[in-house]
């Protein structure tokens, strides 16, 4: 079984600043991917980024990059020049080849504040 | 808009009921799954329908089930309805069954609120 560990407080970020959200996991799989999702007080689940295992290069899509550290088991998610629409619930989220189905962890809170 | 729809938005019923979630996947995707959300659980995988099978199980209560349709919309069936069910519901889809490359798109979710 897959486990996925967000242990930040709630965190507030000024406008235009950077965040890093910090995300681990742990698994004996070698095949998983990595998702982030972001969950503004709307309610809906927006997906962000993906990670492969077995990339060698970091993603991004736009403003959002993730940081992965293999060895570590870590996934970040970067979050850059920050904007207050991206004030929401950040979860992190892994599934393993041959089984789709998503672990999360529990989330972190982000408030950008202007 | 992620593609994915889910009827109904909101849903307020009693105990001991029994009611009917919707949902319909993105143009093309085959595999629909079912997530909780609450409070003091976090987000949990329910079901997985893949063309019209099951697919995979996770922490769904017997008094719960689903299925997929031929037209792959899929719907989710809470019984016996207890206020410990009061939670989001997603509904998500993807292209494949069991590539951890395939990203799933959620739905926007219904909210059932058992009084």
């Known amino acids: 079984a897959q486990k996925i560990t967000q242990t930040q407080p709630g965190m507030f970020v000024q406008e235009k600043e950077a965040v890093t959200l910090d995300c681990t996991y742990d698994t004996s799989d070698q095949s998983y991917g990595l998702f982030w999702y972001k969950q503004p007080s709307s309610g809906e689940m927006i997906f962000l980024i993906y990670q492969g295992s077995y990339d060698e290069q970091n993603a991004t899509e736009g403003r959002y990059s993730l940081n992965f550290q293999k060895a570590r088991k870590s996934a970040n998610l970067v979050i850059s020049a920050s904007q207050l629409g991206d004030s929401a619930m950040y979860f992190c989220a892994m599934s393993l080849y041959g089984n789709n189905r998503l672990a999360f962890g529990k989330g972190n809170q982000v408030v950008v504040i202007p | 808009d992620s593609g994915v729809t889910q009827t109904p938005k909101h849903l307020i019923t009693a105990t001991g009921q029994r009611v009917t979630l919707r949902c319909s996947p993105r143009?093309?995707?085959?595999?629909v799954y079912w997530y909780q959300q609450s409070l003091d659980q976090g987000l949990q995988f329910l079901i997985q329908y893949y063309n019209g099978e099951e697919r995979a199980k996770g922490n769904i209560l017997e008094r719960f089930s689903a299925q997929q349709f031929p037209d792959l919309h899929s719907e989710l069936n809470l019984s016996s309805l207890e206020l410990g069910d009061s939670a989001l519901y997603f509904c998500?889809?993807?292209?494949?069954?069991?590539?951890?490359?395939?990203?799933?798109?959620f739905g926007p979710g219904t909210r059932l609120t058992v009084l």
């Open positions: 143009s093309g995707d085959l595999s």
């Open positions: 998500a889809s993807s292209r494949l069954a069991g590539d951890s490359t395939d990203t799933q798109y």
